[in-house]
Each structure stands twice: as structure tokens, then as C-alpha cells.
């Protein structure tokens, strides 16, 4: 997966990337996602011989016949001005949103340069979405990865404001971050889309702040150019994939420092929480955002748990296609056509794959009649498909025959 990064949040100061997962294993890009930034720079457009000829961009619609150019002159030699009217859809969709978007700053505490004592200091930027007041307090929405290893997390409002952030909680599976901060100031909330309703081709906006806080509310205009694309995500730096992020493909221009802001469609609707791009110098115009309907239930656990509640099992698992054959030959035992499956290495004493029978070296190959091919398999039916205190259903390999099991899961506890 060469030419695979995840876009780094930007470092003012050092005016470099930090990419979500330091180094690049297996050349997959790391969501912890550390950071990206989408957005760009608006373009003004000017009509000064088009208007002369009675042409104008299609998205610009005239309120009258006089205002259909910049200057005219009348028989006597005297000029006069004449306004356009640029007010188009596109403007009103940046209008509606682009004050719900803030710029994220991730403080770090660290050695100082000139004095061997603890200080705090900025470690980058990113972008967020003000998504909901609720009386004296707000919550924002961004990356996991613009805000890990935050000591202290400043948020910078459209208007060059700035106010303390809590974090409320962060998941690095999906990327995703809530922070909490003062209402008082607060001039917007983004409005929730419908990101199953996109269709290819349709407009997209990319709003954030591209390069740091120098460039905020930076807007980008671009379309959807996929649905549903997965993308492989190593999250513990081992050089595998442990994850496939679901996501949004579209060319409005990323730039490092966007990461966490918003994706909008045409009526201004949140529809994405721009995340990551491709960056290879023969890639152009190849960006990606988390879709709003799957960002949504995180954000509301985020917002009540600090965590996201999910289906545990108790095991530590390796991808069959990761182990030498000799091993799944000598050590797992499996018949030599099966060659995909997750192998369990350990087994956490008391859990549900303990009390369901499973030993190390067992070889799920099969979850709820679905086929299992890999780790990144396992996740996401464990994740996507199940919920703590729901039964699943499992057929495994041991000593070279297959056989089959059920447990009950209970609810991850990660503290």
C-alpha cells in the first residue's frame, strides 16, 4: 500500500507533518491516526470579458440585466460601476458552516530548550466541527489523532478567539475525538447530513485550516468521487493492518492541518470528518473522510461513556497469512488448504473465549456463518456486527479438525 499516508496535522513552529503512526511499517498509513488536514485556499473569481460578451459562470445568477458586467460606458464617454451578484449555492453552504468549524491546537508537555525543565508546548494543529450546544457547554468533534498525547487542547474559533478544551474522549479505531468547550462564544453548530444519501459526482466542500491557524476557514471545492472505500490501517506500528477504515473519497484539495474538519454537501450539511489523504507525488486530488452515519453512534459514546462500548472476547490474535506455513503446518495443525483464519495466541483467564472452550492455538475460521480470512475480518464483524451481552456463534481449527462453539460477549473494558 505504498503512497498511503495519513495526513500529518500541522507543526507551526517546525512547519513539518506528524503523521498519526511515527514511521511507516509496511507502508500502510497510520490512523492514530495522527495528523491531516484538509482544506485550501479560496479562489476569487473575476468575469471581466465574459460578462462584456453577456456570458457568466454558471453559478452566478444576475439579479437584473444591469448587472451583468464591471464597468460600461454610455455614448458620452462616461463610465459607471455595475455590481455582480456571486451569491450562489456554494457560498451559502460555506456560510451556514464555516463558523462551526475551529482550529484545534494540541499542547504537549516536553524538555525546554534553554532550561532542562518540564514545558508545555504546541505540537501541532488541526481542525474541528462545533456540533452541539448544550446550556453553558459545547462539543466539538475532530480526529483522534490531531488530539493524542495532548497535555492541554486549545480551541480557536472563526473569529481569532480561543478557549480551553476538555477532552471528553477519543477512539483510535475510527479516529474520532469529542472535546467540551464554553458555549459563550459559540456563533454556529454544524447541521448532521445523510452521508448513505451521497451519490458520485455530487458537490463536497472542504472547510478547516490548512498549514495551521495561518490559513483558517480555508474552503475547498471538489465532489465525491467514491463511496465506501477501505482503507488499511496499522494502529500498533507493527507493520500489519489491524483495522479497515471506512470512508469517503473525494478531490476537494487537502492540505496538511485540515484533519478533523468538515465535509459538507451543497445544502451546508455535515456529510464527513475529513481524515486523511493519499500522498504520493503521482497522486493528486485524492482525499478522505470519515461518512457522518458511521461517525455519528462514536461521537454519541464518546459524548457518554469517554470510550466506545464494545463486544469483548478476551483473546490476542494473529492473521493465519501472517504466520509462516511452517508453523501453520507444525504448530496450528491446519490441513493444508486453509489458509486463512485468525489464530489465537493467548487466552485472557475467566473471559467469554475462555468459558467458550477456545485454547491458544485454536484457528477461528468462521464468526456467525460468516468466513473469518484475517484479523482486520474478525474487528470489524466483532465491532460492526455485535454488541456486549449478544451471542456469537464460532467454528475453529484445533489439531486439525474443525469445530464449533458459542459465547456470550461482554462489554471491552479498557481502563
Do not use: C
Not at 225 to 237: A, F, K, M, T, Y
Not at 354 to 382: F, P, T
Amino acid at each position: 500500500m505504498k503512497g498511503f499516508d495519513i495526513m500529518g496535522y500541522y507543526d507551526d513552529d517546525q512547519h513539518t507533518r506528524f503523521q498519526r503512526q511515527k514511521g511507516n511499517k509496511g507502508g500502510f498509513l497510520f490512523a492514530s491516526l495522527a495528523g491531516a488536514i484538509i482544506g485550501g485556499l479560496i479562489v476569487v473569481f473575476t468575469v471581466p470579458t465574459l460578462a462584456e460578451l453577456g456570458a457568466l459562470p454558471y453559478d452566478v445568477e444576475p439579479k437584473s440585466n444591469e448587472q451583468i458586467g464591471q464597468k460600461t460606458e454610455n455614448r458620452s464617454g462616461e463610465s459607471k460601476n455595475v455590481s455582480v451578484n456571486v451569491q450562489t449555492a456554494i457560498t451559502e453552504a460555506v456560510e451556514k458552516t464555516s463558523e462551526a468549524v475551529v482550529g484545534i491546537t494540541n499542547i504537549q508537555k516536553g524538555r525546554g530548550f534553554w532550561f532542562d525543565t518540564e514545558q508545555s508546548q504546541q505540537a501541532g494543529t488541526g481542525s474541528g466541527v462545533i456540533y452541539k450546544v448544550d446550556g453553558d457547554k459545547a462539543y466539538v468533534v475532530s480526529n483522534y489523532h490531531v488530539i493524542e498525547g495532548a497535555s492541554d487542547l486549545e480551541v480557536t474559533f472563526s473569529d481569532g478567539n480561543k478557549t480551553p478544551a476538555r477532552l471528553v474522549g477519543g477512539d483510535q479505531w475510527t479516529d474520532l475525538a469529542v472535546l467540551e468547550i464554553p458555549s459563550e462564544n459559540v456563533k454556529k453548530t454544524a447541521e448532521f447530513g445523510d452521508s448513505d444519501e451521497l451519490q458520485i459526482g455530487e458537490p463536497a466542500i472542504a472547510i478547516g485550516n490548512p498549514l495551521g491557524l495561518t490559513f483558517s476557514g480555508s474552503v475547498t471545492q471538489g465532489i465525491i468521487s467514491g463511496l465506501e472505500r477501505s482503507i488499511p490501517v496499522d494502529i500498533n506500528q507493527d507493520g500489519s493492518p489491524d483495522w479497515q477504515s471506512e470512508v469517503l473519497q473525494t478531490d476537494a484539495a487537502i492540505n496538511p492541518g485540515n484533519s478533523g474538519g468538515a465535509l459538507v454537501n451543497i445544502d451546508g450539511q455535515l456529510i464527513g470528518i475529513n481524515s486523511m489523504k493519499i500522498a504520493q507525488s503521482s497522486v493528486e486530488g485524492i482525499g478522505l473522510a470519515i461518512p457522518i452515519n458511521y461517525a455519528i453512534p462514536v461521537i454519541e459514546d464518546l459524548e457518554q461513556y469517554g470510550e466506545v462500548k464494545r463486544p469483548y472476547m478476551g483473546v490476542s490474535l494473529s492473521s493465519v497469512n501472517e504466520i509462516p506455513v511452517r508453523y501453520q503446518q507444525d504448530t496450528l495443525k491446519l490441513p493444508e488448504e486453509i489458509n486463512y483464519g485468525v489464530a489465537i495466541l493467548e487466552i485472557v483467564p475467566n473471559s467469554p473465549a475462555d468459558q467458550a472452550g477456545l485454547q491458544e492455538y485454536d484457528v477461528i475460521v468462521e464468526m456467525d456463518g460468516v468466513k473469518i480470512n484475517d484479523s482486520v475480518d474478525l474487528r470489524k464483524h466483532l465491532y460492526n456486527e455485535k454488541e456486549p451481552g449478544q451471542e456469537l456463534s464460532i467454528k475453529f481449527y484445533r489439531n486439525g479438525e474443525i469445530q464449533e462453539t458459542s459465547m456470550t460477549l461482554v462489554e471491552e473494558n479498557l481502563q
